[in-house]
């Protein structure tokens, strides 16, 4: 089969299609035939070696596609099943292996390069605004790159909730795209924290969901109420250096946490809890998908690089 090989730490150029033996389900595995690929922020940090993992490797844990064999011991799917993955192994391939129990069933009514987008920054908004920092009716809640992949499901997930959304872009396409997914105040980058301090009277903001990271860190922790929560969850524009935890007291005696997903699709009830309202959601129509393109999969420099630049709005998937 084809698929995306890297053999050392480095640029998008690093990420050469080459090709390799089709993996074998191991017991309790499924193999899938790969209809989509969803390319994410982590591959970029595994590829550029911010990431520790052993060369040489196939990168992407995101994938969706047709169950074609299973390991021993699966039971509860069936070859010839739609399904999707955030948490398949070296999904930049044209085949992958996934543990059946992190799968979720695509229903009808969900396109297949919908189900390649949504599975990991779809659990990732889910998880963070159900269990990271519950949000509540009537929050205010600040975000970054409103018209990013997991900005534009934050948003329109926040919405349900009937939180307040401040969100940020850089330009104003990308502004509009963060409106028109129901942010109330889209901003660009300057006095951030000014602002947030203005809308709220002065109060600040419930909970700030950061995926930027290094730029942002500080007007993060200044846009908060007392006793607010800062979710790091992210580092597009770098990662945060070591920060004294005194500064966490001198700002209002802030909470703060740097979650990252598999720890919040621990077991396959919660795989299947947070997949499945996902996929319902847009089943039915309620939660829009956006993909900002799509890339034959020997194209994965291109997506990388389209995603590094901050050229990317919505979701890029590959497609072998
Ligand atoms: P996005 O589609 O949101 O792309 C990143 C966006 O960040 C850019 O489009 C850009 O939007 C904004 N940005 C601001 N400053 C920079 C910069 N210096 N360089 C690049 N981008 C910048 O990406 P994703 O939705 O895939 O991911 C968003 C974040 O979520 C990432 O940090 C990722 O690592 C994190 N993540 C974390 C997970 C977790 O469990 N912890 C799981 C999944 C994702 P604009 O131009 O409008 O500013």
Redesign the pocket.
């Known amino acids: 089969m084809k698929a995306i090989h890297v053999s050392q730490a480095g640029g998008p150029e690093v990420l050469e299609y080459v090709d390799v033996p089709e993996p074998t389900p191991a017991p309790g595995q499924v193999l899938i035939e790969t209809v989509g690929t969803g390319?994410?922020?982590?591959e970029t940090?595994e590829r550029s070696g911010v990431y520790n993992i052993s060369y040489p490797a196939i990168v992407g844990t995101e994938g969706a596609g047709r169950v074609v064999a299973l390991g021993d011991g699966v039971k509860n799917l069936a070859v010839g099943a739609r399904v999707a993955t955030a948490q398949g192994v070296s999904t930049y391939a044209e085949y992958f292996v996934a543990d059946a129990a992190h799968v979720v069933a695509v229903p009808d009514g969900v396109s297949d390069v919908e189900a390649a987008a949504l599975p990991?920054?779809g659990m990732?908004a889910h998880?963070?605004i159900n269990s990271s920092y519950p949000v509540k009716e009537g929050d205010v809640v600040l975000t970054?790159?409103?018209?990013?992949?997991?900005?534009l499901l934050l948003t329109q997930l926040l919405k349900m909730k009937g939180a307040t959304v401040i969100t940020?872009?850089?330009?104003p396409e990308?502004r509009e795209l963060?409106k028109g997914a129901g942010a109330d105040y889209v901003l660009e980058?300057d006095d951030i924290p000014g602002t947030v301090r203005e809308i709220t009277n002065g109060r600040g903001a419930d909970v700030v969901y950061d995926?930027?990271?290094?730029?942002?860190f500080d007007g993060s922790l200044a846009s908060l109420r007392r006793r607010g929560m800062l979710v790091l969850?992210?580092?597009?524009?770098?990662q945060v250096p070591p920060v004294n935890l005194q500064r966490f007291n001198a700002a209002g005696s802030l909470f703060f946490t740097?979650?990252?997903?598999?720890d919040?699709l621990l077991d396959a009830e919660e795989v299947a809890w947070r997949g499945h309202e996902l996929f319902s959601l847009v089943a039915s129509g309620k939660l829009d998908v956006r993909i900002?393109g799509q890339y034959p999969l020997s194209d994965a420099k291109k997506a990388h690089h389209d995603?590094?630049?901050?050229?990317?709005?919505?979701?890029?998937v590959l497609v072998p």
């Open positions: 390319v994410n922020f982590i940090y990991l920054q990732t998880y963070l970054y790159a409103g018209a990013g992949g997991v900005g940020t872009a850089s330009t990308k963060a980058y995926g930027i990271g290094k730029d942002t969850f992210g580092g597009a524009s770098g740097r979650p990252t997903l598999k919040y900002g995603l590094e630049s901050r050229g990317a709005t919505g979701k890029l």
